[in-house]
């Protein structure tokens, strides 16, 4: 009999969690896949999980849940395993909640700007992975010191802890710990061989393929020519413990501000474009007042689409680079689209720029090397200009999702 189904997208490693507490327990709880973006952003679905996030576990009762610890949780209490994955002593216990919790938190951030970053769902940043490479050897070398002495993280058996801290260990060990990385862990390395090697993980995890060679983002995402970087305005010596954006700013007056006056004002241009129906009315306002001056239009690829998977992990990408793009709101308007499907699409757009040239605000982003701004004149883009603007199908593929800069 079902006890419940855990809606997620595939390769969730949280869901992983309760998927083998629910082999520990005995109980069968399916994955339900879901389409990102769509089905977990539905009224129904907001309904029962407000944040919109997955996994979202339904019991066969109609009972919900959030939060992966918590259906984990859930599910191992539910079990016949019940004493053996979460304590029967509120001491036991308690140190189960301790690594479930610290191990989680202390990779999390490591594994989107190292990990993720590698599986291209979210930008590059070098400084960033490098620290999180110190933090990740941090945390490994203590798991190491742990399981010199001890078989697991509580007890002689397996709990939640473990499993827990396989799940969150889980895309270290297959994408960037290859022997070499992973040699100074013997005693970790150890541990996680025995629970990977259990019959509940492996019926969850299937063979887990260890990483063979460390893969290294290559230097090549250098800004292109086109795209001349503006010599940078030096910043101001930072006050101690002023850590507000406001203190990251130039003093200088900004030389976009210098500019001889357009007649096209971006902010009204936001204005109509969020207010009135693209087709045709924003548009043929666009193009009655565009500046070719003042302004300057740049057609936005993402330099490595090959390494997008799913639509919703594209659509975080892009939300990621316009959040740090704050600064460049004054001077730029652009859409990103995602075009194609799930496992087969691209980052594609167009950006609306003052001046010439793409501007320190836009360049200086983490992001911006993983993009190529070519600058293009009306004649060359109008129809698929216009398309974007529309968040249209483009290049022959169907538009999965949008996003405004403005
Ligand atoms: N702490 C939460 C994290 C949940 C979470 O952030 N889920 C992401 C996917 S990894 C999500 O559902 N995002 C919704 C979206 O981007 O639409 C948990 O472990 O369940």
Redesign the pocket.
């Known amino acids: 009999m079902s006890f419940g189904s855990i809606a ?2 595939k390769g ?1 490693t ?2 992983y969690k309760a998927l083998i507490a629910a082999k520990y327990g005995k109980l069968d709880v399916s994955l339900k896949n879901i389409e ?2 769509k089905d ?2 539905t009224p129904e679905f907001l309904a029962k999980f407000p ?6 576990f339904t019991g066969a009762d109609g009972y919900t849940i ?6 984990a949780q859930y599910v191992a209490a539910s079990g016949s395993a019940k004493d053996q994955l979460l304590g029967s002593d509120i001491k036991t216990q308690a140190q189960i909640t301790q690594w479930v919790d610290s191990i ?1 938190n202390e990779l ?1 951030h490591s594994v989107v700007v190292w990990v993720y970053a590698l599986l291209g769902y979210y930008p590059w940043n070098a400084d960033a992975v490098s620290r999180a490479q110190t933090d990740v050897k941090r945390v490994l070398s203590v798991l190491d010191g742990v399981f010199l002495s001890r078989t697991f993280l509580v007890g002689d058996k397996v709990t939640l802890a473990d499993i827990s801290a396989v799940c969150a260990l889980y895309h270290f060990y297959t994408v960037v710990l290859d022997p070499e990385h992973r040699a100074p862990y013997p005693n970790l390395n150890r541990w996680f061989e025995t629970c990977i090697n259990q019959p509940e993980f492996k019926a969850v995890l299937g063979e887990v393929k260890f990483c063979e060679k460390q893969p290294t983002k290559p230097q090549a995402k250098a800004a292109p020519k086109e795209a001349s970087k503006p010599a940078k305005a030096a910043a101001p010596a930072k006050e101690a413990g002023d850590e507000s954006p406001a203190a990251e700013k130039p003093k200088e007056k900004n030389p976009l501000d210098l500019l001889p006056k357009s007649s096209f004002v971006l902010d009204e241009w936001k204005r109509f474009y969020s207010n009135n129906d693209t087709r045709p009315t924003a548009i043929n306002w666009f193009w009655d007042k565009f500046d070719p001056e003042g302004y300057s239009i740049w057609r936005v690829s993402y330099r490595y689409n090959s390494e997008l998977t799913q639509t ?2 594209s ?2 990408l892009v939300g990621g680079f316009f959040q740090r793009l704050d600064r460049a709101r004054k001077y730029a308007f652009g859409n990103l689209l995602v075009l194609g499907e799930n496992n087969n699409n691209e980052i594609f757009g167009y950006f609306v720029i003052r001046g010439q040239d793409v501007p320190f605000e836009v360049s200086d982003t983490p992001d911006y090397p993983s993009f190529e701004f070519t600058k293009m004149t009306k004649d060359e883009c109008k129809e698929e200009f216009d398309a974007v603007l529309a968040w249209e199908d483009v290049k022959g593929k169907k538009c999965a999702d949008g996003k405004t800069f403005k």
């Open positions: 997620a997208y969730s949280p869901t990102m973006h977990n952003k944040f919109g996030k997955v996994p979202a959030f939060e992966s610890s918590a259906i989680s999390q919703f992990m659509s975080n």
